[in-house]
């Protein structure tokens, strides 16, 4: 049995792996320190949650199902580097997943200090622990490290030029990992998510914003005309894109782009809300500059290599999602 570390595994990303891991038989273990866009940031609601109430029981509801699938939460700063390490020490873990970042691009671009502590020093004190001690190093990219597509689709060698702080560290954090692998010869793989959305994700995401926004029977803010299209993805397409990178030598020494595999008008999304809500009221405004123009992210690489296949069109997922939204949004008015 596999014993697999998530460092910031209580996160989005991460509560969701780990429970799919733990179902696939791992030895599966979080560690976290449960402030960053979590319960220790939303008691102060530090980042401005417009429904702290909603956000707070769906917490929760991460750390229940943690708890009910008995997977072992280790509360710990991975910003210390004796704690992470003596901590490490004691699970000893094949495997290390690294999620623990600021994973917001507004947020990293207000506060670019704590990006760089929470983004690259817990990696880095991670990576000293596993640069001799590990068989497989997984790291949680972004598709914000290609900046502006220069095509309609991007492939993992096209030219990463990215733009603002968020997409910066990740790309540092890209080549931080690959010089561990040089040094010392460690394993690892890249993943390169884009546009996720889906349960228990707190995070302000495109998806996420639009169903609150509905449910609360708020104005609809769209950046841009909508006709801009991303790469939107499920997130159970991406954990089990995750698993595919576990379980396949193939997937060493790798950067992958897990995504959906085709980019969709943000509109698209409108569209779907619309057919589950009564008289959306939607407005456009001037887009950000410092977010990039994105599009399609080729999962050709990833479906030679891992056979992977994403299973979840926005059609399907989306409406999952907005289902399971409603059931959470009644239950936090009781």
Not at 46 to 57: H, I, R, Y
Not at 92 to 119: G, Q, W, Y
Not at 186 to 210: D, N, W
Request: hydrophobic share 35%; net charge positive; with cysteine.
């Amino acid at each position: 049995m596999k014993r697999i570390s998530i460092i910031g595994g209580s996160g989005f990303i991460g509560h969701n792996l780990a429970l799919l891991l733990k179902k696939e038989g791992f030895d599966v273990s979080i560690i976290d320190n449960l402030e960053i866009n979590n319960l220790g940031s939303i008691e102060k609601n530090e980042n401005n949650l417009p429904f702290p109430k909603l956000s707070t029981l769906i917490l929760n509801q991460r750390i229940n199902f943690l708890k009910e699938n008995k997977i072992c939460l280790i509360k710990i700063d991975a910003k210390n580097h004796k704690k992470i390490n003596e901590a490490l020490d004691e699970i000893k873990p094949h495997i290390i997943i690294h999620l623990a970042a600021v994973s917001h691009a507004n947020r990293s671009n207000v506060d670019p200090h704590k990006t760089f502590e929470n983004s690259l020093v817990t990696l880095e004190n991670v990576l000293d622990y596993a640069k001799n001690k590990i068989e497989h190093f997984i790291f949680s990219s972004s598709s914000m490290v290609y900046g502006n597509f220069k095509t309609s689709e991007v492939n993992e060698d096209s030219i990463c030029s990215p733009i603002g702080i968020y997409g910066a560290m990740k790309y540092s954090a890209e080549k931080i990992i690959q010089s561990y692998n040089q040094a010392f010869n460690l394993p690892y793989t890249i993943v390169r998510p884009s546009a996720l959305y889906g349960e228990r994700c707190i995070s302000r995401r495109v998806g996420q914003i639009f169903i609150e926004s509905a449910l609360n029977n708020k104005e609809i803010v769209i950046d841009g005309d909508g006709e801009e299209k991303l790469d939107f993805t499920y997130i159970q397409d991406l954990i089990q894109g995750f698993l595919k990178i576990i379980r396949s030598e193939s997937s060493k020494n790798q950067i992958f782009n897990i995504t959906y595999g085709n980019a969709r008008k943000i509109n698209d999304l409108i569209k779907i809300l619309g057919n589950h809500f009564d008289n959306l009221n939607v407005t456009y405004k001037k887009r950000d500059k410092l977010m990039p123009i994105r599009g399609t992210l080729s999962t050709k690489k990833a479906k030679k290599l891992l056979e992977f296949q994403a299973t979840w069109p926005i059609e399907k997922g989306y409406v999952e999602y907005i289902e399971w939204y409603k059931k959470i949004f009644k239950l936090s008015k009781n």
